[in-house]
């Protein structure tokens, strides 16, 4: 069974930074895309950054230039490095996987979720 694993929320000030990672578990071979979003409160779920399996990125024009999204490969694990955090980033991050393969098929996952929290 595949799941999940993020970790790395919490609170920071204004100006501060912060790294989340996620872990993938379980029989994969290859996971195709892997990806944060961020829901807050009263907000649709919205995408922040994604990378692909041969490392293209995508960022949410808010975030570029703050955050980096990268990925291991080998230890099937995203991350996400945010500095300059503000306020308004304040939110659950979520991790994404598109595309896991596995024994039983393909399949896609959310994480659990963090909450990512920045004091002005």
């Known amino acids: 069974q595949v799941q999940l694993v993020e970790s790395g929320g919490g609170l920071v000030q204004a100006g501060g930074s912060l790294r989340l990672s996620c872990a993938a578990s379980?029989?994969?071979?290859?996971?195709?895309?892997m990806g944060w979003y961020l829901q807050a409160p009263g907000k649709q779920r919205e995408l922040v950054a994604t990378i692909t399996r041969s490392g293209i990125t995508n960022y949410a024009e808010s975030v570029k230039g703050r955050f980096t999204i990268s990925r291991d490969n080998t230890q099937n694990t995203v991350y996400l490095q945010m500095n300059s955090l503000k306020p308004e980033d304040t939110a659950v991050y979520y991790c994404?996987?598109?595309?896991?393969?596995?024994?039983?098929?393909?399949?896609?996952?959310w994480g659990q979720g963090t909450q990512v929290t920045v004091s002005s």
């Open positions: 994404y996987a598109r595309g896991i393969r596995t024994l039983a098929g393909v399949t896609d996952y």
């Open positions: 379980g029989n994969i071979f290859t996971i195709d895309a």
